[in-house]
C-alpha cells in the first residue's frame, strides 16, 4: 500500500506541475495582457509602461518559472482591483466553496445511493424506470434554471428560505441542493449499474445461500464492491462543484472562490483569476489521488496491479 501512495504521488506532482503550467499559459494566449491592464484606448506608451512594469516583456518561460517560485510559496501575487494579495483574498472566499461544495456533495450521495440500490434491487419495475426518470429530468435541467425556481418558490412565494448571500447555514440549502440535484443524476446510475452487476456474482449467491439477512448481503457484501467506482467519480463530482460554484455562487450571491472569479473576470483582474484558476486545479489532482488511495484500500487487486 506504500509503494502504491508513493506512486500515485509522484504522479500527482507531475500533473500538479503541468497544470500550474497550463494554467499559467492559458491567460497568456487569450491575448496580449498589457493591452487588456492599459485598457483598449491605451497609447502604446502606456501598453509598453505597463509590460515593462509586470514583467510581461520579459521570455514566457522565464515569466512561468518566477511565477511557480512565487507561487510555491504561496505568493500568488496581488490583486489589480482589491487592495491585498490573491492568497489572503482567495483564502477568505475559499470556506464558503468549500462548504457549499461539501454539503453538495453529501446531498447528492444521499439522492443517488439510495435511488441506485433501490432501482438495481427493483430493476425492470416501476420504481426502476421511476429512479431512472429522475435521474434524466436532474441532468437536463440546467443548474442555474433550477436554482432560480428554487429562488422563486421558496425564497419568494412561500419566504422559507433566504435568497443571498452567507451570513447562516440556511443560505446554504437552496445552493447545496441546487449542486447536489444535479450531481446525483450521475452518481445514481453509475451505483444503480454497479448494483446490478455485482447482485449476480458468486459471492453474492453464496453469501444468500448461508442464510445471511438481506441487509447484511445488500450493504456489506454487494454495496462494498459496487460503490469503488463511485468513490472515483465523487472526487470528480466535488471538483466540479468547486468549479461549477461560479454559476450557483452568482445566481445567490454567495462570496465563495466562484463569485470571486467571476468578479475577477469582469474586472479583468488576471492575477486572481490565473490563482483561482491554479487552486481548483491542484483540488483535482489532490481529489483524484485520494480517491485512487481509497480505492486500493477498498478494492487489493487495485494496489496489486
Not at 170 to 191: K, Q
Not at 253 to 264: C, D, F, T, V
Not at 289 to 301: E, F, K, S, T
Request: net charge positive; with cysteine.
Amino acid at each position: 500500500m506504500l509503494r502504491f501512495t508513493l506512486r500515485r504521488l509522484l504522479l500527482a506532482l507531475v500533473v500538479g506541475v503541468a497544470v500550474s503550467a497550463i494554467a499559467f499559459m492559458l491567460l497568456r494566449i487569450s491575448g496580449d495582457l498589457a493591452i487588456s491592464l492599459a485598457g483598449e484606448d491605451a497609447s502604446p506608451a502606456d501598453v509598453e509602461r505597463i509590460r515593462e512594469q509586470y514583467g510581461l516583456n520579459r521570455p514566457i518561460i522565464v515569466q512561468y518559472a518566477e511565477w511557480l517560485w512565487r507561487a510555491v510559496r504561496g505568493d500568488l501575487g496581488r490583486s489589480l482591483f482589491y487592495p491585498e494579495s490573491v492568497a489572503n483574498l482567495i483564502m477568505s472566499r475559499l470556506p464558503v466553496t468549500l462548504s457549499l461544495a461539501g454539503a453538495g456533495l453529501v446531498i447528492a450521495l444521499l439522492i443517488s445511493l439510495p435511488l441506485g440500490i433501490i432501482a438495481a434491487l427493483k430493476r425492470n419495475t416501476w420504481v426502476d424506470r421511476g429512479a431512472l426518470g429522475v435521474a434524466v429530468i436532474g441532468q437536463a435541467m440546467p443548474n442555474f434554471w433550477f436554482g432560480l425556481l428554487m429562488i422563486f418558490f421558496f425564497g419568494l412565494t412561500l419566504g422559507w428560505l433566504p435568497i443571498s448571500g452567507s451570513d447562516t447555514w440556511l443560505h446554504f440549502v437552496m445552493p447545496a441542493i441546487t449542486l447536489g440535484w444535479f450531481s446525483a443524476p450521475v452518481l445514481m446510475r453509475l451505483t444503480r449499474g454497479g448494483m446490478v452487476e455485482v447482485m449476480t456474482s458468486d459471492y453474492i449467491r453464496t453469501a444468500r445461500a448461508k442464510g445471511l439477512p438481506a441487509r447484511v448481503v445488500v450493504l456489506k457484501h454487494a454495496l462494498r464492491n459496487a460503490i469503488i467506482p463511485v468513490v472515483a467519480l465523487c472526487s470528480v463530482q466535488f471538483g466540479n462543484m468547486l468549479s461549477g460554484s461560479v454559476i450557483i455562487e452568482t445566481v445567490f450571491a454567495l462570496q465563495g472562490i466562484g463569485y470571486l472569479a467571476w468578479e475577477a473576470i469582469s474586472r479583468r483582474d488576471f492575477p486572481v483569476v490565473q490563482g483561482i484558476l491554479l487552486l481548483v486545479a491542484l483540488f483535482y489532482v489532490a481529489l483524484t489521488l485520494l480517491a485512487d488511495i481509497l480505492n486500493a484500500w477498498l478494492d487489493p487487486r487495485i494496489r496489486r496491479g
